[in-house]
C-alpha cells in the first residue's frame, strides 16, 4: 500500500471515530439538558402545591392529594402523578387504582436515599416521558432552588415524594432538532478536517517524493542534484540537508588519481593483494622498507612469516579471519634480511574478487625497547632484592645493639636500683623505654616498607575464617580487657591476600582494643554488600573515639593522637599498614567517630580482583 494511501486511511478513520463520539455524546448531553430543564419547571410548579401535598401526606388523606395532584397536572400536562410515603407506599394517585400499593420505580429503588430531585427517560404507555421523584420536606415557604435541588421543603429530612410522568412530545421536537444541527456541524467540521488533511498529505507527500527522487540520483552517481524546499517545517529542513550533502559529496568526491597520490604519501608500508596473495600495488612507503622493487610478480606469502616456529601461516590466518590487527610477524626484505613488522590487515570486496589490504610497521626500534624494558626490570628486581636483604641486615645490625642497650640498663636497675642516685636510674629507665621504642619502630617500618615486595599469592579466602583467627592472636588482650567480640554472619568469601588480609583484622581489632576505656569493651566486625563489585566491611567499638580533624592524619605512618604513654604505646603504623593493604587489594578504607561515642572503621574490598571492572 502506498504511503499516502495509509496515511489518508488512518485520517479517514481518526475522523469516523471523532464524528461518532461528538454524535453520540452530543446527543447523551443534549437529552441530558432538556430532562433536566423539564424536571426544573416541573419542581418550580410542585413548589406552589407544596403545602397541600403536605398536609395530605401528614394525614395520609387521599382526598386532598388528589385534589393537589390535579392541580400539578394542570401546570405541567404531567401523565400521572403521585403522593409517595418514605417506606414507597403511595398516599394519593392519579390512577386511583394504584393507591395503596408500593411504588415500584428505579428512581426509588436506589440504594442511596433520596436527597434531592431525580429523574430519567422512561416509557408510559407508549409515549417517552420524563419520570420524576422529588422529596417532600416540611418548610412553610420552599423556593424554586430548595425544591430542585433539596426537595420541596428545603434541607429537612424529606416526609414523602412527589412522583409524576411528565410528557416529551412538544421537548422530543426540539431536542431532535438540535441533536441534527450538532450533526449537522460535525459533519461539516470533519469534512473540513479531511480537506485540510488532504492538503496536509499532499504538502508532506510531494516534499518526499522530492527526496526519494534527489536520492535515486546520488545513488546513481549524480551528485549535481538539488531538490526544491517546498515546505518550512522538519521536512523542509531534511530537503536542505539532503542539499547540503549532496553538495558536500559533489565537493568531496575524489578521483582515483588522488586516491593514487594519498597511498603514496603514507608514511607506512601498504601493500594489496589478492585473494590468493599476489601482490597488485605496494606504495613508495613498502619500495624503500622492503628492498623489493614490487615490479616482478611477487607473493605476500613468500614474505611474511611467523617469528615463532611452527606458528601458523599469516596470510592463511587473515584469510580465515578476513582482518587482523597487529600481529607481530617477520618480513622478508630485499637483502634476505628477517625485519620484525606489525602488521594490520583486512579483506574488501566480494567472494571471487577480494583484495586484501596491508599495513606493515618497523617494530626493530619497538622490540629493541622491549629488550632494555626487559633488563631495566630484572636490575630493578635485583635492587629491590638487594635492598631487602639489606633491610634485613640493618636491622639485625641495629636491633642487636638496641636489645644490649634495654637488656644491660634493665640489668643495671634491678641490681643497682639502691646504689644509684634517683637521677641515675630515671636516666636508666628512659635509656630501656627509648631502647624498646626504637626496636618497634624498626619492626614496623621493616613491616610496612615489605608490604610493596612481599607478594603471597592470591586465593579465595573465608573473611569469617581470618576475623577469627584475627580475634585468637589477640586472645590475652580480649581476655585482659574483658571485651567481647561479635564477628556477624555472612562475611563473605575473597579473592586476596589471605595473610594480609588477617593482619587488618587483627590490627583493627586490636586498635579497638587499645583506645578503650569502657568497663565492657564491645568490637563488632560485619560486612555487607556494595554495588555490583565490592563488600563493604565495618569494625565497630564502643571506645574513646577520635576527633573528625584526625579522620586523614591517623593513616600516616607513625602518626599518633596521645602521647606515648597513653593506651599502652605503639609507634602508630598499624592503621598505616591496614591503609597500604586496602589500597594493594583495590580498596579503600575510612573512619567514622564521634568523639567519646565509639568508632567505625570502613574498608571496601572487591569480592573478585579477577572480575573487577
Same mark, same amino acid.
Given at each position: ?54 398536609? *395530605? ?25 403521585? =403522593? ?90 426540539? #431536542? ?41 540520483? $546520488? ?44 597511498? #603514496? ?46 606458528? =601458523? ?27 620484525? =613488522? ?27 625497547? #622491549? ?105 590475652? *588482650? ?46 563488632? $566486625? ?21 576527633? *573528625? ?26 592503621? *598505616? ?11 579503600? $578504607? ?24
Amino acid at each position: 500500500m502506498k504511503l499516502h494511501f495509509k496515511i489518508f486511511s488512518f485520517i479517514l478513520v481518526l475522523v469516523g471515530v471523532s464524528l461518532w463520539v461528538n454524535i453520540h455524546f452530543s446527543g447523551k448531553a443534549v437529552t441530558e439538558a432538556l430532562s433536566a430543564q423539564i424536571t426544573d419547571n416541573a419542581a418550580a410548579a410542585a413548589g406552589d402545591v407544596s403545602a397541600p401535598l403536605q398536609k *395530605a401526606l401528614a394525614a395520609r388523606s387521599e382526598l386532598e392529594a388528589i385534589k393537589a395532584l390535579h392541580l400539578f397536572g394542570q401546570k405541567t400536562g404531567a401523565l400521572y402523578a403521585a =403522593v409517595v410515603a418514605t417506606d414507597g407506599t403511595i398516599v394519593a394517585h392519579t390512577n386511583v387504582a394504584l393507591t395503596g400499593t408500593v411504588l415500584k420505580s428505579r428512581l426509588f429503588d436506589s440504594p442511596s436515599p433520596v436527597e434531592k430531585a431525580r429523574f430519567r427517560r422512561a416509557d408510559y404507555n407508549g409515549e417517552e416521558t420524563v419520570e420524576i421523584l422529588l422529596p417532600l420536606r416540611k418548610k412553610d415557604k420552599p423556593s424554586n432552588e430548595d425544591i430542585l435541588f433539596e426537595g420541596l421543603g428545603g434541607g429537612a429530612a424529606p416526609a414523602g415524594f412527589l412522583y409524576a410522568g411528565l410528557p416529551l412530545t412538544h421537548a422530543k421536537k426540539a #431536542e431532535t432538532s438540535i441533536i441534527y444541527r450538532l450533526i449537522l456541524i460535525a459533519v461539516l467540521i470533519a469534512a473540513a478536517a479531511l480537506g485540510l488533511s488532504a492538503l496536509f498529505v499532499r504538502i508532506v507527500l510531494g516534499q518526499l517524493n522530492q527526496l526519494r527522487t534527489g536520492i535515486r540520483k $546520488v545513488r546513481d552517481g549524480d551528485y549535481n542534484v538539488l531538490i526544491p524546499v517546498i515546505s518550512g517545517d522538519e521536512l523542509g529542513d531534511v530537503a536542505i540537508s539532503f542539499n547540503k550533502l549532496a553538495k558536500g559529496l559533489a565537493e568531496t568526491t575524489v578521483s582515483k588519481q588522488y586516491l593514487d597520490s594519498l597511498l #603514496e604519501s603514507m608514511p607506512d608500508p601498504l601493500i594489496i593483494t589478492d585473494e590468493e596473495g599476489k601482490i597488485l600495488k605496494a606504495n613508495m612507503a613498502a619500495h624503500v622498507f622492503s628492498g623489493h622493487d614490487f615490479k616482478t610478480p611477487l607473493n605476500i606469502k613468500d614474505l611474511l612469516e611467523p617469528q615463532a616456529d611452527g606458528g =601458523v601461516e599469516p596470510f592463511s590466518l587473515l584469510s580465515w579471519t578476513g582482518h587482523t590487527k597487529e600481529m607481530d610477524l617477520l618480513f622478508k626484505a630485499g637483502d634476505g634480511s628477517r625485519i620484525p =613488522v606489525m602488521l594490520s590487515a583486512a579483506f574488501t570486496g566480494g567472494a571471487g574478487r577480494r583484495e586484501a589490504v596491508i599495513i606493515l610497521k618497523d617494530t626493530t626500534q619497538h622490540k629493541q625497547s #622491549e629488550a632494555k624494558l626487559t633488563q631495566y626490570l630484572k636490575e630493578v628486581e635485583m635492587v629491590n632484592s638487594e635492598l631487602d636483604a639489606f633491610a634485613h641486615t640493618v636491622s639485625h645490625d641495629l636491633k642487636e645493639p638496641l636489645r644490649g642497650i634495654e637488656m644491660f640498663s634493665n640489668i643495671l636497675l634491678a641490681d643497682f636500683a639502691k646504689k644509684l642516685e634517683p637521677q641515675a636510674a630515671d636516666y636508666l629507665g628512659r635509656i630501656s623505654k627509648a631502647s624498646s621504642r626504637m626496636r618497634r619502630l624498626i619492626d614496623d617500618l621493616l613491616s610496612y616498607a615489605r608490604l610493596a615486595r612481599v607478594r603471597n599469592p592470591y586465593e579465595d579466602t573465608s573473611t569469617a575464617v581470618l576475623a577469627a583467627e584475627a580475634e585468637a592472636s589477640l586472645a590475652s *588482650a580480649i581476655e585482659e580487657k574483658k571485651a567481647q567480640i561479635t564477628l556477624a554472619p555472612g562475611l563473605p568469601t575473597l579473592f586476596g591476600d589471605p595473610v594480609k588480609l588477617r593482619q587488618v583484622f587483627q590490627n583493627l581489632i586490636a586498635n579497638a582494643l587499645k583506645y578503650n576505656t569502657s568497663t565492657a569493651p564491645s568490637v563488632r $566486625v560485619a560486612a555487607e554488600r556494595f554495588g555490583e563489585y565490592y563488600w563493604k566491611f565495618s569494625v565497630s567499638d564502643n571506645g574513646i573515639g577520635i576527633p *573528625a580533624q584526625y579522620y586523614e592524619e591517623i593513616f600516616k605512618m607513625f602518626k599518633r593522637l596521645h602521647s606515648r604513654q597513653e593506651f599502652g604505646g605503639g609507634t602508630g603504623a598499624g592503621l *598505616a599498614i591496614v591503609k597500604k593493604i586496602v589500597e594493594e587489594h583495590g580498596g579503600k $578504607v575510612w573512619v567514622e567517630s564521634k568523639e567519646g561515642a565509639g568508632s567505625v572503621f570502613y574498608f571496601l574490598i572487591p569480592a573478585d580482583l579477577r572480575n573487577r571492572p
